[in-house]
């Protein structure tokens, strides 16, 4: 990155200039926290898709498991 202070080229990774010591901006780091949000996203899936189950297993399987099998066929 250029030197904010002296406008002179510096190699990444430096914390100051090499010409004139002025502090360089740190650069930014967006892949760690677009990780943490995917991250993130992901468990919200995760918990969407059991509570799913939960409700299909109150609504459909346990009324059919506490009846004793099949309750349309007579
Ligand atoms: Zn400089």
Redo the contacts with the bound molecule.
């Keep these: 990155m250029d030197?904010?202070?002296?406008?002179?080229y510096?190699p990444e990774g430096r914390q100051?200039?090499?010409?004139?010591?002025?502090e360089?901006p740190k650069p930014e780091e967006p892949k760690k926290q677009g990780a943490d949000a995917a991250r993130r996203r992901r468990q919200m899936w995760i918990l969407v898709g059991v509570i799913l189950l939960i409700w299909v297993l109150l609504t459909w399987l346990l009324p059919q498991l506490l009846s004793g099998g099949p309750a349309l066929t007579p």
């Design positions: 030197c904010p202070n002296c406008g002179v510096n100051v200039c090499w010409r004139c010591d002025h360089l």
